[in-house]
């Protein structure tokens, strides 16, 4: 009976701390509505610069009501997950070669952590001369941008890996291929998760950034429209359909990446 009222009173304890949360987070999106409200009221900006929620909100239903929009969505959605898993799966190879070799450490890592912060809106112009104005540029440009935060978090996190038990694995005359599979990949999961959110968080911003410098279709394209055209509220309804559809993918992400077994943690 003791263990059982243990049980119940931590459940209790973790619930509580879940509302706890949930309450604190809930009151700080309502002040952050609240204080752009009174800042759009104040006519301390310019008229249009900050319109109210209700405009806001009104303009995201319009959008999600036309099909046109679904056209831009599908353009840069197909843009972003296929450099999502080009530059994410070059970036596990890479990583796992720099990580396991040192003498390809050594050489190429360098280049890799010099070049990893440079804006990668600089290789545009070479990638449009590369691929042309098409989609071909933007996940050229997306998939560059995934690429150094997936090859630097898994190199790093090769290194942590117990040499105890690469030994075993010696041991046991393991394949390379099985060497990866049955020792590095388990040991590599939080590693991975980490570069997969910010691989995806970069990706999509470099995509973006591509159709809004020269493009016809796609989400950024027509926030861009939107911005030229003085229409804020559609703008930032289209940015905060960007940034929901972001925040859903690094909740699949952290979900479903995960050690064999492990279950999900409940937030």
């Known amino acids: 009976m003791a263990a059982v009222e243990q049980v119940k009173s931590s459940y209790a304890l973790q619930n509580s701390g879940f509302w706890t949360v949930n309450r604190l987070r809930i009151a700080g999106f309502l002040t952050l509505l609240t204080l752009w409200e009174l800042a759009g009221a104040s006519g301390l900006f310019f008229r249009g610069i900050l ?26 959605a197909i843009e972003v997950l296929v450099s999502f898993v080009l530059g994410g799966g070059a970036g596990v190879a890479a990583g796992l070669l720099l990580g396991a070799s040192k003498r390809a450490g050594d050489i190429y890592e360098p280049f890799i952590h010099y070049l ?18 098409g989609m071909g540029s933007k996940i050229a440009l997306g998939t560059i941008s995934a690429f150094f935060p997936m090859a630097l978090n898994i190199a790093a996190g090769v290194r942590q890996v117990s040499p105890v038990l690469l030994r075993v694995g010696k041991t046991f005359s393991l394949t390379p291929a099985q060497t990866v599979k049955m020792i590095y990949l388990p040991a590599l999961v939080p590693p991975l998760a980490t570069g997969l959110r910010i691989a995806l968080g970069i990706s ?56 064999p077994g492990q279950r999900p943690t409940g937030k």
Not at 120 to 130: E, G, N, R, S
């Open 116 to 133: 990893a912060p440079t804006p990668k809106i600089v290789f545009l112009p070479i990638l449009l001369v590369l691929f042309g104005v």
């Open 204 to 259: 999509i911003v470099g995509c973006l950034l591509s159709e809004y410098k020269l493009a016809k279709s796609g989400l950024g394209f027509l926030a861009g429209q939107y911005y030229e055209s003085f229409h804020v509220a559609h703008m930032l309804a289209v940015l905060i359909f960007i940034f929901v559809c972001a925040a859903l993918g690094n909740v699949l992400i952290e979900r479903f990446v995960r050690l």
């Open 51 to 76: 319109p109210s929620s209700v405009l806001i909100a009104k303009a995201l239903i319009e959008l999600l009501s036309s099909s046109a929009f679904y056209v831009h969505l599908a353009v840069t």
